[in-house]
């Protein structure tokens, strides 16, 4: 199928939303843009949003400051976010109880794509956005991507555009619509709306936005840190398009675990996890020390609270200051890959972290920085790292993405697609081979995925 195959004549009825798709991932010359624009548009708009961050210390932060009483880290408004302490009593992993600082930000935010056809083609209108923690400025996000405070204006700032279009859509154009969690280990019960919302011929790209197909966007997320955080989530709600005249990824149905065995399996590590988590006051949290520039761990580990200063040219306020949790060490996100009686399984691991709001969530092979499990025994380090580092020469997909720009600096993993052996065996109970329609299937609802299973959805949508 072409995309000229989808130019419907008069009194036709529209192809299945999974054929559309399929055409879409087909064109990777593009559409409405050539690839050779798509990156011009991309550069220009780096140079367009160009940003200043610099470190700075506490004591220069505008509007944020720590509470006397508690230690907590706040904003003047009450809105945005806290970063607070939590103390955690939990049977997985080598640690069982520990202190840490968290990010709190109650407010469900709105990460939503717009999907609008030209010529029979559906495109997804990409907005180029900068963030104050990305390494290289702007990267390629939703159309919008905004917090409840950001979208009521609590910054004073400029109104968020296209927001209508997600605030209160018309059922029937809605093609996700889903609460996720970010990461468990860095916030406590963070969630977004991640929605995909077809729109009609009213909705224009400005300077900042791009209608790109499918294809072109797969093609950018094989490009280090170009798609952000944001985006790569609300790629992976769309439903799976491949194999779209037999199910999704043509597995048409079969699976190691039957859909039943998966669902009582993860219910029961739900049930059964000890994840128990309260609340502390950051001044009083165990191994972590404040100094005048950052709330640091006393052994140098995990990740360090920082203040920024930021003037952008492409956000809704130009200079702002702000806290950011920047992690030491590049993380390692490792899926494996193997057919099983023909049919493409991934191993997945059922992970408690302390800030997930259903206790376990489903997350990657391997997820993890190396250095901090470099004290431990061998034995105590995390399943799988030994091997997803050995075969790295070898990944299907091998990839340097940032983690969420608003609220975390210099964050970044190696996100890797690794392929392994019929006989390669899952070593415990965490860990279950799934097929790319069970995939599709949980990530139809809330929490079962975690954000960065989430990446790699995405990123095994684009082999």
């Known amino acids: 199928m072409t995309a000229t195959d989808l130019v419907l004549s008069p009194g036709t009825s529209a192809p299945p939303l999974l054929s559309r798709l399929a055409v879409s991932a087909a064109a ?16 220009e708009r780096q140079a367009e949003q160009q940003q200043h961050v610099e470190r700075v210390p506490f004591t220069a932060l505008r509007g944020w400051r720590f509470d006397n009483r508690t230690g907590d880290l ?22 069982r109880s520990w202190q840490q600082p968290i990010i709190q930000q109650p407010e469900i935010g709105i990460l939503g794509i717009a999907l609008r056809d030209f010529d029979g083609v559906p495109h997804l209108l990409m907005q180029a956005k900068s963030e104050p923690g990305n390494v290289n400025g702007v990267q390629l996000s939703p159309t919008v991507q905004a917090t409840k405070s950001n ?14 279009a997600f605030r209160r859509p018309d059922p029937g154009r809605v093609v996700a619509d889903v609460l996720q969690s970010e990461q468990g280990s860095w916030f406590l019960h ?33 490009h280090d840190n170009v798609v952000n955080m944001d985006a790569r989530t609300v790629l992976s709600c769309l439903p799976d398009w491949r194999g779209a005249d037999d199910g999704p ?72 200051t702000q806290p950011l949790l920047e992690p030491r060490g590049m993380g390692v996100a490792a899926l494996f890959v193997k057919r099983i009686d023909g049919v493409p399984h991934v191993l997945l691991r059922a992970r408690a972290e302390p800030g997930f709001l259903d206790v376990v969530e489903l997350g990657p092979t391997v997820q993890c920085v190396p250095e901090n499990y470099e004290h431990l025994p061998s034995e105590d380090r995390p399943p799988y790292l030994a091997e997803a580092l050995e075969r790295r020469a070898g990944a299907r997909y091998d990839v340097v993405l940032s983690e969420e720009g608003g609220r975390f600096r210099n964050a970044q993993s190696h996100y890797m697609i690794v392929e ?36 790699l959805v995405a990123a095994l949508r684009t082999l």
């Open 190 to 222: 963070k969630r977004n709306r991640n929605m995909i919302v077809e729109v009609g011929p009213e909705v224009r790209a400005g300077d900042d936005f791009a209608w790109l197909t499918l294809g072109q966007v797969n093609l950018l997320m094989r």
């Open 74 to 95: 706040r904003h003047d408004s009450g809105r945005f976010f806290s970063v607070r302490g939590l103390t955690v009593k939990s049977d997985f992993g080598p640690v």
């Open 249 to 320: 990824a043509g597995d048409a149905g079969w699976s190691l675990h039957p859909d039943r065995e998966i669902r009582t399996w993860i219910t029961r590590r739900r049930a059964e996890h000890e994840v128990v988590v309260a609340p502390i006051p950051l001044a009083q949290t165990n191994g972590w020390l404040r100094t005048p520039h950052a709330v640091t761990h006393c052994n140098g580990l995990y990740f360090d609270v920082v203040a920024v200063d930021v003037s952008s040219r492409g956000r809704e306020v130009p200079a702002w």
């Open 420 to 455: 392994t052996e019929r006989e390669f065996p899952a070593v415990s109970d965490e860990f279950r081979w799934l097929t790319l329609r069970q995939l599709d299937e949980l990530l139809r609802y809330s929490h079962h995925l975690n954000v960065q299973a989430r990446t």
């Open 28 to 43: 990777v010359e593009g559409g409405v843009m050539s690839n050779a624009e798509m990156f011009t548009w991309l550069a």
């Open 151 to 164: 979208y009521t204006r609590v910054h004073g700032g400029s109104a968020v555009p296209y927001l209508d």
